[in-house]
């Protein structure tokens, strides 16, 4: 008969974005008295339809740390999802280990999704075990922080926040001035490749999957045959040590180049000089801290320049910490917010990238790949399209959270509800992020391969996201007259004969049935 588990202290729980040796979790970890609980259920891998990456990087990332603390002398109850005994959820796993290890008291880091958190806090309730819940100190700013800069604030812009973090992390200044003579370079990192297109760009670095990585891909392929997505090719960091690997890797080789071209799209090239590093991020394989610090050290040893090093600083330390602080604050009913009433699903063609439009084709050609798409991607093609066809706020949401390997509730909720949909109708985006297929012209090469023309809204060849566009003006009219930031693109409108409007109107009406 197989050992009784021994009746533990502390039963630290840890899930799969929680992967740091240095969590606030084990603070106070005593190696004979308490232990460590992991769980691979089925719940988290399919609520949603789940990549396959994105469930592999995951599973792989928690059994290469299950192996290291228990290499260091911890006892780790970890459940493998093909277990017999899984139960398949959180709720009926913790409550398993809660009888049969009996602990005095669970602990763990606040999770990074608000369901999970409640699950967590019914179950301890129900089985009468006390509920330690800690705070994710990976972060730089923490929810008390957070709620004091948001505190009294009739808007909460990044802008203020990023600065009042700047400021408080004494991170490039000269004083109390921005080093540079400014506390953001946007106007500098717009640029687009030209005619001449990119050139050779080194590929990032890649981390072919050892023995254990191998394992999980094949579980992956067996349980998981329906998900969305390749399994071929996975190659992301899943141990602390690669995430440094290809943290270092994109301030050698990439960051030079990262804030001029940050907002560039060329066709089949998914990374150009982006880091891939946000899922090492949200997984705490990757301290934001360390990454922080190697960029400026990069721009203090002149191997970067400014408008670079500022635009990744602001991503991490402006926009990472921000969205989890409006996360923080403003859910669970952040999550309902639609703020325009949009009602429809998400379009087939987004799970499988068969479209006839480039841009859309591309990027989502690159998720199924990669899981992966750089931010204009996401906020400028997949979710301006979205947006302006009229999709559900919390539709698109769930999407994101299928198709993309660095999705976590609070990263999602806040980038998609709020930044590119326009759902939370301001808290996050002073407007809406909308635009004709000129914009997308202007940023990229897809359209010169494309059948549709972004300076045409109706007609068999007009630009589907120029013809959404000018539809989800009239449409959001009477909302978006009380945006000030919208004034001028509704009296660009109001250019529009009726006679336009009507075309314009049964054409997008034709988009959408076909989407």
Not at 237 to 264: C, M, W
Not at 325 to 334: A, D, E, S, T, V
Request: with cysteine; hydrophobic share 40%; net charge negative.
């Amino acid at each position: 008969m197989p050992a009784k588990p021994r009746r533990v202290r502390h039963l630290i729980l840890v899930f799969g974005d929680q992967l740091n040796d240095d969590s606030t979790a084990f603070d106070g970890f005593d190696d004979a008295q308490d232990a460590i609980a992991m769980h691979e259920v089925r719940e988290e891998a399919s609520y949603v339809p789940q990549h396959k990456q994105r469930i592999a990087l995951f599973f792989a990332a928690m059994r290469h740390f299950r192996d290291g603390q228990r290499a260091a002398g911890r006892t780790v109850h970890y459940r493998e999802l093909t277990d017999p005994d899984n139960r398949g959820n959180f709720a009926d796993e913790i409550a398993e280990r809660i009888r049969s290890l009996q602990p005095a008291r669970l602990i763990a880091v606040e999770p990074g999704d608000w369901r999970v958190r409640e699950v967590l806090r019914e179950t301890a309730k129900q089985h009468g075990v006390e509920l330690e819940l800690r705070e994710d100190e990976h972060f730089l700013c923490s929810r008390e922080q957070f709620e004091s800069f948001a505190e009294g604030r009739k808007n909460l812009l990044l802008e203020f926040f990023y600065r009042a973090e700047r400021k408080r992390l004494d991170l490039m200044m000269n004083g109390k001035e921005p080093r540079g003579g400014a506390w953001n370079f946007d106007k500098e990192n717009r640029e687009n490749f030209g005619a001449e297109g990119p050139g050779k760009i080194r590929p990032l670095r890649s981390f072919p999957p050892d023995a254990l990585t191998r394992e999980v891909l094949g579980m992956v392929a067996r349980e998981f045959p329906d998900s969305p997505g390749k399994l071929e090719g996975f190659d992301y960091p899943v141990t602390p040590a690669d995430a440094r690997k290809a943290l270092t890797d994109f301030i050698e080789h990439r960051l030079e180049n990262f804030g001029s071209y940050q907002d560039a799209m060329v066709t089949g090239e998914p990374f150009l000089y982006h880091s891939r590093l946000s899922s090492s991020l949200n997984l705490h394989l990757l301290d934001p801290r360390e990454a922080v610090t190697q960029a400026i050290r990069a721009l203090d040893d002149e191997r970067a320049p400014i408008n670079a090093v500022e635009g990744f600083v602001r991503q991490i330390v402006g926009w990472r910490e921000y969205v989890r602080g409006i996360y923080c604050l403003k859910m669970p009913g952040y999550a309902d917010m639609n703020a325009l009433n949009a009602d429809l699903e998400v379009p087939g063609f987004m799970w499988t990238a068969e479209t006839e439009m480039r841009c859309m084709g591309d990027a989502v050609g690159q998720l199924v790949d990669h899981a992966y798409a750089h931010h204009i991607q996401r906020l400028m093609v997949l979710g301006l399209y979205t947006m302006m066809l009229g999709v559900r706020p919390f539709a698109v949401h769930e999407w994101h959270m299928s198709m993309y390997a660095d999705a976590i509730d609070w990263v999602s909720m806040p980038n998609v509800v709020g930044m590119s949909q326009f759902g939370d109708g301001g808290i996050v985006g002073t407007k809406p992020y909308c635009a004709t297929g000129k914009y997308i012209d202007r940023m990229s090469d897809y359209c010169k391969s494309c059948r549709f023309d972004p300076k045409k809204s109706t007609g068999d060849d007009a630009c589907p996201f120029t013809t959404l566009y000018w539809d989800f003006l009239a449409r959001n009219r009477s909302t978006l007259s009380k945006v000030p930031r919208m004034n001028m693109q509704l009296r660009n409108l109001d250019r529009k004969s009726k006679g336009e409007l009507l075309a314009i109107r049964a054409a997008a009406d034709g988009i959408r049935r076909e989407s």
